[in-house]
Structures are given as C-alpha cells and as structure tokens.
C-alpha cells in the first residue's frame, strides 16, 4: 500500500527534522498492517517537538463532528455531568485535531469550489485559496504563490471569532 511505502520511506527524514507524526480521521477502520505502522510511526515521533505533520486518514468533517460529540456525552455519562453546557472550546476539544491550531489558510487545488467535507469546524475563518492546477502538479511555485495571494488579504473574522483571535494573542 501506497501509504506504508511512503512511511516507511519518509519516516527517517521525519524523525531527522524533528517532526511529530499526528493522523487524523477513524484509523482505527484502516486494515490492521496500515494501522500498526501509523501507531508506530507516530510512537517514534511523538516526543518531536518541531514542526507537527497531521495527515488525513479515513477523514471526512461531518465523521469528525459526530465523533467529537459522542466523545463529549461519553466524558458526561462516565462523569455524571448533569450541568454540562457545551461551547466551542469543549468542542475543539474533542475534536482530531485538538490542541492544533485552526488554520489560516485552505488551499483548493483542481478549481474545485467546494471544503469536500475536509475540517469543516476548523477552517470556519480560513482564507480560502482556489487555484486550477491539480494537487500532483502542486509544487513549492504554485505554494508561494498561495502564501503571496493570502498576505496581501485584510483577514475579517466576524464577531465571536476577532473576540477569539484577540483573547488567544493576549494569552
């Protein structure tokens, strides 16, 4: 499979730039061999503190919802929250991607006009960047390019995300 090849070809020059390994989506659907080398890969990276790789796997945002929330009620139940009172943050939580900051930036190559149920939650204030080249043909150019086009953008991130930003630059 095309993903074990790629760790275990890849994973020395992870480990070398001090990278940590992070997978998000159901891995736990993924055949048994995928998921031995993902664990073990990201076991190997997990004390990295440089520079956090978060692949998608078995991803789709609307899963990725569904399972924060059954997470949510599973922490209510085993801890007899009656009082509990969900909010953003409990939320991002309990999400894959917890603890990673919500990116800035969604990169849509092949003119697609459309998130294709890809972080859904997260990318609620992403600029979006829409380009016609195909994701195999997207290089470092056409990357420049994307980062360029979203510096010269005045970002606008609508009421309780400026209050959010704001709070998280003061922390």
Same mark, same amino acid.
């Given at each position: 499979?095309?993903?074990?090849?790629?760790?275990?070809?890849?994973?020395?020059?992870?480990?070398?730039n001090?990278?940590?390994?992070?997978?998000?989506?159901?891995?736990?659907?993924?055949?048994?061999g995928?998921?031995?080398?993902?664990?073990?890969? #990201?076991?190997?990276?997990?004390?990295?503190t440089?520079?956090?790789?978060?692949?998608?796997?078995?991803? $789709?945002?609307?899963a990725?919802?569904?399972?924060?929330?059954?997470? #949510?009620l599973?922490?209510?139940?085993?801890? @007899?929250?009656?009082?509990?009172?969900?909010?953003?943050?409990?939320?991002?939580?309990?999400?894959?991607?917890?603890?990673?900051?919500?990116?800035?930036?969604?990169?849509?190559?092949?003119?697609?006009?459309?998130?294709?149920?890809?972080?859904?939650?997260?990318?609620?204030?992403?600029?979006?960047?829409?380009?016609?080249?195909?994701?195999?043909?997207? $290089?470092?150019?056409?990357?420049?390019?994307?980062?360029?086009?979203?510096?010269?953008?005045?970002?606008?991130? @609508?009421?309780? $995300?400026?209050?959010?930003?704001?709070?998280?630059?003061?922390?």
């Amino acid at each position: 499979m095309l993903l074990r090849e790629y760790l275990k070809r890849e994973l020395p020059a992870i480990q070398k730039n001090n990278i940590r390994l992070l997978v998000l989506g159901r891995s736990e659907e993924l055949p048994e061999g995928v998921r031995k080398d993902i664990e073990k890969a #990201m076991a190997s990276t997990a004390r990295n503190t440089g520079m956090k790789l978060a692949v998608a796997l078995n991803y $789709g945002g609307r899963a990725e919802l569904v399972d924060a929330f059954n997470s #949510m009620l599973d922490r209510i139940r085993a801890n @007899g929250l009656a009082a509990f009172r969900a909010d953003e943050q409990s939320i991002s939580e309990h999400l894959y991607t917890a603890g990673l900051p919500d990116p800035d930036l969604l990169i849509r190559t092949s003119g697609e006009m459309r998130v294709s149920n890809f972080l859904l939650w997260q990318i609620a204030y992403a600029e979006i960047y829409v380009t016609e080249t195909l994701w195999p043909d997207f $290089g470092r150019q056409r990357l420049l390019e994307s980062i360029v086009d979203f510096q010269k953008r005045e970002r606008r991130y @609508g009421g309780l $995300g400026a209050s959010r930003r704001v709070a998280a630059a003061q922390d």
